[in-house]
């Protein structure tokens, strides 16, 4: 049996890969990664600037494991539904093995190729791994798919966990000697015009588990203590990690769940929302364009280039909505609970439309993940699939004063108010007008209170008539 095993930048592991452990049990095995111009494209890559440079890392990485265990990594460019099907005819490949992905624009590739390969009589098998249950079997009484997360995640943990990750193979067979093909190298950044960040999270399966150690070494243990808190390394820094699949969810379930204590449970719960994210997204594919509320459908959100501007570089006025901007662009990562923040002040605040901040941290966050992305802004802007009415707005200044108690975090990422006193950190509108004048950062873009105001009334305008 004569397999491709294609890995497609979600996957980029040698460790619990279900498709490359069946193709090494199946006899000969030529690891394949497709350059597509739909992401690799100069152009294109310079959009996606901190994914991109870490996806390079995860791939020389995947290179050099490969190579290590005996085969190698043909790196070929061209566009998938072009490229595979071409050279599983060219190779003879028995079939071609790949882990499937949730979004829309995926399946639509994977159909197409599945077809190509039919023509040529190769079986193309996708595989789970992507999450832990395959999506679209985790349904309510009535066979549906779970609209609110708890009795989701109650039915996800109650088959959890799934089987036990697989064990990376001992050893590859060598390509077999007929396979040839025009291949390049994995792209150097700077080739394709991107600037080396040296804030961003190295990427590739050992960095990864290295982290993966680091947490359940410390923060796991206080984990549900300090995971809002934003001035703390209170939690995994593995979203990157799970988004390219230098590690499976499989692999981060089983290593926590062993470890246990005190963190397990809530740290296990965020698995949950990342699971029920891409199931939303399996069943429901239209949520990249439009809300998860139906009634949200034609919302009057204000068009404000100026306004989106001031929330995107940092300069809002509203200390924790621009510590988030900064650090988005800076290291491509925002905590949890600052992305709330902004995300509630760019849609609440500011009454603009989800979708802008959605594109905005498609482009800069690390971990930028359709799913989780859409999940995470749809919640936040009141339309997307969340217990709690819409009309819940986070207060930038309370949510600043609990989470970032001492204003580590914001005077980390806006120096001009690493000088102000703790009392006016969060809103430093009150200082005396002696300090405001020195502090160098601007005036409020908006009005708390006028804000929440402006809010509420639309959306139950809106919502009257919907
Ligand atoms: C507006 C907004 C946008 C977001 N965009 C993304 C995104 O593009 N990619 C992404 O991975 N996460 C996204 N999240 C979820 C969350 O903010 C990040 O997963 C988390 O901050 C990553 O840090 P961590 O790995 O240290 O998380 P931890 O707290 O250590 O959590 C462990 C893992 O659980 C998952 N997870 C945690 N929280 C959530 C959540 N609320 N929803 C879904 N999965 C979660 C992540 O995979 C994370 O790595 C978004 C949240 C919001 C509010």
Redesign the pocket.
Known sequence: MRSIVWFRGKDLRVADHGPLAEAVAGGEVIPLFVLDPYFFAPERARELPHRMQFLLDALSSLEANLTHLGSRLLVVPGRSVDVVPRLAHQWRADQVLAHRWVEPFGRVRDRRIAEALDQEGVAFRLFEGETMLPPGSVRTGQGGMFRVFTPFGRACAARLPADPPLAAPRALPPLPSDVTADTVPVPDPAVLGLEANPRLQVGGERAARARLAA?LDG?LAG?GRD?DRMDLP??????????FGTLS?RQ?WQAVSDQGGPGAGP?LN??L??E??HHLLWEWPELLERPFRPAFGGFPWREDAAGFEAWAEGRTGYPVVDAAARQLKAEG????RA??V??SFLTKHLLLDWRL??AH??RW?T????A??N???Q??AGCGCDAQPWFRIFNPVAQGRKFDPDGAYVRRWVPELADCPAAFLHEPWKAPRALRGRLDYPEPIVDHALARARFLATAKAHLAQA
């Open positions: 947490f923060p984990y995971r209170g939690t995994s820094r593995l979203s990157a990690d799970l988004k969810v981060v740290f965020e698995l929302w990342r029920f994210s990562f925002v905590h949890n992305r709330m902004a995300a901040g959605e941290y498609l966050l971990d930028g993940d359709w989780q992305n999940a995470g802004w919640w936040s």
